[in-house]
């Protein structure tokens, strides 16, 4: 008799065993996956350091979601999102030039522009990068501690982000997402001069992130990575604490990532000049 039993793929098998412990750990909720397999368009982001963000390009960012928003299936925030200056350990002391509340009413907004040129069903996750870190960092001294859970909100309760619909990811060293079967999105560990290739050859997987504020690519037989810019303005006095000499080689960019029905991926990498790129012949 011919074994007509479906077999499952690596990937649900791994799932269905995590589900199993999940299980047995007395855990009642459901488990949550970080893949996201659908084919289809996923926008790609990074560093956009609001409210210090590059306001043309993000409209520009905008208009192609709105132009594409029928093939989009993935909006993936990849780490500072937030500039978080006003706890930053960079302002530690000093009297800053803005506030919590100015950055998170800066950052609901923009979510909400972005909300608008997506579709409802569009997968979308926020992984926090160290600007987000710094919250935590914030309480945990001691006098902040003492403030309690939930005073001061932390960028995820702030932005609403689960009310949004957005996967949240909070480990901004150990969290990742993998789109397809290859890809995995982080917001990125390394800052030496060869970053992507010192990713890949650290997780020995397709690895992209934004971490650095570079554009780079490395390509090693199957395995690529792929460094993808800043969306923030190169030019705004919230990077008064990077160096001329560091913020000369930082680039302007994001990612357009096409995943196949096979689970493959296929990555656009898109550099911004003066405020402006281009994609499929248009000009944002």
């Known amino acids: 008799m011919p074994n007509n039993r479906y077999r499952l793929k690596p990937d649900e098998e791994q799932l269905l065993q995590d589900y199993r412990r999940h299980k047995q750990n007395g855990n009642a909720k459901a488990i949550v996956t970080n893949k996201y397999n659908t084919s289809g368009i996923h926008i790609v982001s990074g560093c956009h350091h609001v409210p210090a963000h590059n306001k043309k390009l993000f409209n520009g960012l905008l208009n192609?979601?709105?132009?594409?928003?029928?093939d989009i299936v993935g909006f993936h925030l990849i780490g500072d999102f937030l500039d978080m200056a006003s706890i930053s350990r960079h302002s530690s002391g000093m009297k800053g030039n803005t506030t919590l509340t100015k950055e998170y009413k800066a950052g609901n907004d923009a979510l909400d522009m972005i909300d608008s040129?997506?579709?409802?069903?569009?997968?979308?996750?926020?992984?926090w990068g160290n600007h987000e870190d710094w919250y935590?960092?914030?309480?945990?001294?001691?006098?902040?501690?003492?403030?309690?859970?939930?005073?001061?909100?932390?960028?995820?309760?702030?932005?609403?982000?689960?009310s949004r619909n957005y996967d949240v990811y909070e480990d901004w060293k150990e969290d990742k997402v993998t789109i397809g079967r290859h890809l995995d999105l982080m917001h990125g560990i390394y800052c030496n001069i060869h970053s992507a290739k010192?990713?890949?050859?650290?997780?020995?997987?397709?690895?992209?992130?934004?971490?650095?504020?570079?554009?780079?690519?490395?390509?090693?037989?199957?395995?690529?990575?792929?460094?993808?810019?800043?969306?923030?303005?190169?030019?705004?006095?919230?990077f008064s604490y990077a160096s001329r000499a560091m913020?000369?080689?930082?680039?302007?960019?994001?990612?357009i990532v096409h995943i196949d029905d096979n689970g493959r991926y296929y990555v656009t990498q898109i550099l911004a000049f003066e405020d402006t790129f281009y994609y499929n012949g248009k000009r944002y």
């Open 136 to 162: 935590n960092q914030y309480m945990s001294k001691i006098d902040n501690a003492k403030l309690g859970k939930g005073v001061i909100k932390s960028p995820t309760e702030a932005l609403a982000l689960h």
């Open 198 to 238: 010192k990713h890949i050859d650290t997780f020995r997987h397709s690895v992209m992130f934004a971490h650095t504020h570079r554009v780079q690519t490395f390509i090693e037989g199957n395995v690529g990575g792929f460094n993808i810019g800043t969306m923030c303005d190169l030019d705004s006095k919230a």
């Open 64 to 70: 192609l979601c709105d132009d594409l928003r029928k």
């Open 117 to 127: 040129v997506l579709e409802d069903d569009v997968h979308k996750t926020y992984i």
């Open 247 to 255: 913020k000369s080689k930082w680039n302007n960019g994001f990612a």
